[in-house]
């Protein structure tokens, strides 16, 4: 198991270098990066614009070519582009994700500060999709082939096949537009701080509701299925027919061996799903229900061409979800004793 280990962390290495080298070779070639957005900027309105590249920028006409230079510096494309690559990896090397062009901050103080609104989107999609999953797959394994199986299914499928944030603006529109059930924007309300705890925590629970609901209709929809399949295939395995054929109950058979043995594939998705929630961010629905969280901070980050904050958070992500992937194969030997990476 050691080796095995170690096998993986070693290879997270050059898969973390793929990804970065990969990604910023291609953010070379974009056009309209940050030198060339300030300039734009700083002429407001002149109309230039255009790709950047090599060492002259069509959006620099008219511009002292020793302040060009320093609007390079500042930002270091005055440095070749192999060089760059290698400061930037001795910089995550030692955890430190560089500083925003625009924001005048950290990467991880950004990344820190739009955590929360992540973590209360992805904790609440998480729990109550399993919530729901878990006991409605096995209802509808329990109950294959019947009317509530063929209801279900339906209702699950219809529910995976709206997009989230279709099934958003829907809700805003219903909800919080016609009948003003909801807020329309935001975790909070403005005088959040004035509340009392009780009143703080129905406020936040207001404000989740609509999102929450558009994120978990679509995400339950897999873990319910798998688990229906998992419980059908441990059912018709050889030891149940035995259980049986000792005089057990059906419901000391259900819950005393086929859950364990059905909950393999379902728990070992556990941490990946656990740690997704924080950090997979839901750019459409916070984009409409105005959240501002990791998702938005990465597309947003795209459009200004914010290079530091597009691959700090890249790294930052890849490695966890190197980790977990990790962690998610190892719990295989801990929920399966039988399975051995040897």
Known sequence: ???????????????????????????????GGPVEQYLAEAKAGSGTGGAEGGLSYRGAQGVD?????????????????????????????RFDLGKSFFQNKDVSQLIWEKLPVSISL???????????AVPLGVAKAVRAGSRFD???????????AIPGFVLGVALLVIFGGQLQWFPLRGLTSSNWDELGWAARITDYL????????????????????????????????????????????????????????????????FPAAFIGAFFTGALLIETLFSLDGLGLLSFESVIRRDYPVVLGTLYLFTLIGLVTKLISDLCYVWVDPRVKFD
């Open 1 to 31: 198991m050691f080796v095995y280990i170690l096998k993986r962390l070693l290879l997270m290495v050059p898969t973390l270098l793929g990804v970065l080298l990969i990604t910023f070779a291609v953010v070379q070639f974009v056009p």
């Open 65 to 93: 070519p020793k302040r060009v230079e320093q609007i390079k510096a500042l930002y270091g494309f005055d440095k070749p582009a192999h060089e760059r690559f290698f400061q930037m990896l001795g910089q995550f090397a």
């Open 122 to 132: 992805g904790l609440w999609t998480f729990f109550i999709s399993y919530l729901i």
């Open 150 to 160: 063929l209801v279900t299914t339906l209702l699950v499928l219809v529910g995976y």
């Open 206 to 269: 207001w404000h989740i509701a609509l999102p929450v609901t558009a994120m978990v209709l679509g995400s339950f929809a897999v873990t319910a299925m798998l688990t229906k399949n998992a419980f059908l295939e441990e059912i018709r395995k050889q030891y149940v027919v035995t259980a049986r054929a000792k005089g057990l109950g059906e419901r000391q058979v259900l819950w005393k061996h086929v859950f364990r043995n059905a909950l393999i594939p379902i728990v070992t998705g």
